[in-house]
């Protein structure tokens, strides 16, 4: 049972577009989410979070937006940049662990 | 502040075999957890330690098993190895409910 889904594998974008990456949910008792990226042979790192208290929250390039009752975030990268280009998570929290979604690949294209 | 750090990074083992995974916290950082992540799986939550107690458990087999020790560092042990177990192993490590930091993982090849 998948409870946080990512369900497009990849999305490619032009340099200076904006990148949107979908996420959705079905346990509505998270109550934190978060955007990790990842580089092949790397962990995953931080980007962003959201607690379910707002509907969103930006730093610098990234914004979150978070609609509870579609149970569905979105990461929005503006504008996109080729050093973007990685595998990125979302990820709910609940009671000590986090739940990650599959990933969604993010190519930019120069 | 040293990252969380992982070793070894890479592993070759037959299976059958069982096998040790070590994982070192930032330094104050009392929370470890281990995912595993494979293709089209993304990262699947095995365990998280606090305190050296096993505090939350995914839904892996018993061949999946864990501990931590006073010092934080935690270490993970599967046994009879399966092809299936293939897979990059993160560690992560947090402070309170913060996100975490993730080591850069071990890539765990059975053959």
């Known amino acids: 049972d998948q409870q946080v889904k990512q369900n497009s594998p990849s999305l490619s974008v032009q340099e200076g577009r904006i990148s949107i990456l979908n996420c959705d949910y079905t346990?509505?008792?998270?109550?934190?989410f978060l955007w990790y990226k990842k580089y092949p042979a790397e962990g995953p790192t931080f980007l962003i979070s959201i607690s379910s208290i707002k509907d969103k929250n930006e730093d610098g390039r990234f914004t979150v937006f978070l609609n509870k009752s579609a149970k569905h975030l979105s990461l929005h990268i503006v504008p996109s940049q080729p050093g973007d280009s990685a595998v990125y998570f979302c990820?709910?929290?609940?009671?000590?662990?986090?739940?990650f979604g599959t990933g969604t690949r993010l190519k930019v294209l120069a | 502040k040293a990252g969380v750090t992982q070793t070894p990074r890479y592993l070759i083992k037959t299976r059958g075999q069982q096998v040790t995974l070590s994982c070192s916290p930032i330094s104050g950082h009392r929370s470890v957890s281990w995912y595993q992540q494979t293709p089209g799986q993304g990262l699947q939550f095995l365990f998280e330690?606090?305190?050296?107690?096993?505090?939350n458990k995914g839904n892996f087999p018993g061949r999946f098993s864990g501990r931590q020790f006073s010092n934080s560092r935690s270490e993970m042990n599967v046994s009879t190895l399966e092809l299936g177990d293939s897979a990059l192993y993160l560690c992560?490590?947090?402070?309170?409910?913060?996100?975490?930091?993730f080591g850069s993982g071990t890539r765990l090849t059975v053959v």
């Open positions: 330690y606090f305190s050296e107690t096993q505090r």
């Open positions: 990820a709910a929290h609940l009671t000590y662990k986090y739940i």
């Open positions: 346990n509505s008792m998270f109550d934190y």
């Open positions: 992560a490590s947090r402070v309170g409910e913060d996100g975490y930091t």
